[in-house]
């Protein structure tokens, strides 16, 4: 599915929910579409907090949430992790497709 950009700095999508394992931590996350990503990081500029993220508004499904998105890397796009409580809410497992839209706050 395309993301669709509305409101100024939002944009809605649709993304896999999958897991990354860190040293200590288990952190799950949606991947934002490569071509919202650049867009997002070409406006956002030099405007990026620790670890390049950037502050967001957050709803997947009817749960809304503020968290940050993050690069994930070269050749990747952004990442919005996803919380247990709103994994929980929404009865969301590792693998299913996910409907999400965020505002991005500060930029």
């Known amino acids: 599915m395309t993301p669709t950009r509305r409101r100024g700095l939002s944009y809605d ?5 999958w897991r990354w394992e860190a040293r200590r931590e288990l952190w799950t996350f949606v991947s934002l579409p490569l071509d919202a990503s650049d867009e997002i990081a070409a406006i956002a500029g030099d405007q990026a907090g620790g670890w390049g993220s950037l502050r967001v508004d957050a709803r997947v499904g009817a749960t809304d949430f503020r968290t940050s998105i993050f690069p994930g890397g070269e050749g990747s796009g952004y990442m ?7 994994r929980d809410a929404e009865a969301l497992e590792l693998g299913a ?3 999400a839209t965020i505002t991005l706050i500060d930029v």
């Open 80 to 86: 919005l992790p996803v919380k247990r409580a709103v």
């Open 97 to 99: 497709p996910v409907s």
């Open 13 to 17: 999508f649709v993304g896999d929910l």
